[in-house]
């Protein structure tokens, strides 16, 4: 760690201290980090804070390494502006997108650009106190609690007192039924003061829709609170990868046609492949400029 990458996510702590709200909800909302530490980051007092330490809080800020450049496809554009109206009109909304379509970059952007937007990266493995702890978390609060009424009650409380809240649940498609029936309890505790969104790959479409043909216990429930109806968002396509490929410094048509061939919409490839391209042009430049002072010497 130099002191450039310190200063770098030093920068973006004090961002993220800013949108949580204080210093001591951004040391809530960051795993094994304390407020003093980020006094001390945020003071440049740096001799006792270790590069283990620094990586730990670069991880959690959602600093890209590697300087990506978002721009705005076209399913971006639309699951911003549906982000943006569930927040603003406190909506229940659920999303659905193919992998590697840019979910997650997109609701990671938003809720580094929106203020009282709770994000939750869901997992298979969360049961029902895990996912109240990440929800405790996201709000900036302690994640304590005797028991999983108590959390609940807090956090519905916590939400309350925000101005336009909004929670997210990303890859909400691999919660277990146990954990996604909360989503039932927070529409009815929050109707009409926070919105909420659903956003996954269509396979939470087809399990909420098959759940409701079959006659499964909570599934009627969920749909309902979702409008009956999931928002889609478009497929990748090759202007979307063209573009993201210029904003990211891969302007040659060649390099830009491999890159659409390769990514089979998946954005995912594209950011690998445009970082394979820059590596391989980046060692082509290097061998020139060896070589070229080789044979300056030469002379």
């Not at 407020?35 to 809080?57: G, L, P």
């Not at 909004?166 to 009409?192: G, P, R």
């Amino acid at each position: 760690m130099n002191e450039i990458d310190k200063q770098r996510i030093a920068a973006g702590l004090r961002m993220f201290c800013q949108h949580a709200g204080s210093q001591s909800k951004a040391a809530n909302m960051l795993r094994a980090i304390s407020s003093a530490t980020i006094s001390q980051m945020q003071n440049n007092n740096w001799e006792q804070i270790t590069d283990e330490m620094w990586r730990n809080v670069e991880s959690q800020i959602d600093l890209d390494a590697f300087n990506w450049m978002m721009v705005k496809t076209r399913a971006f554009d639309r699951l911003n502006t549906t982000l943006t109206d569930a927040q603003q009109n406190s909506l229940v909304v659920g999303v659905v997108g193919d992998a590697g379509c840019g979910k997650t970059a997109t609701i990671k952007h938003y809720a580094a650009h929106n203020p009282n937007v709770l994000r939750l990266s869901c997992s298979e493995f969360w049961n029902r106190k895990k996912f109240l702890c990440e929800l405790l978390r996201a709000a900036g609060m302690s994640e304590g609690g005797a028991t999983i009424a108590y959390m609940m009650d807090e956090v519905v409380l916590e939400i309350k007192r925000k101005n336009k809240p909004l929670i997210i649940l990303d890859e909400a498609d691999k919660l277990s039924d146990q954990v996604l029936f909360f989503f039932i309890t927070l529409y009815n505790e929050l109707e009409d003061r926070c919105g909420l969104v659903l956003c996954a790959t269509d396979y939470l479409e087809s399990r909420i829709k098959r759940g409701v043909k079959h006659g499964r216990k909570g599934y009627r429930e969920i749909f309902s609170r979702l409008g009956r109806k999931f928002i889609p968002l478009q497929i990748v396509n090759s202007d979307d990868v063209a573009a993201i490929c210029m904003a990211n410094g891969i302007k040659d048509t060649a390099s830009i046609d491999e890159i659409v061939v390769d990514s089979e919409s998946d954005l995912r490839r594209v950011k690998r492949k445009i970082h394979a391209i820059k590596q391989k042009q980046q060692q082509g430049g290097e061998r020139f400029t060896k070589g070229s002072e080789t044979s300056k010497n030469g002379e």
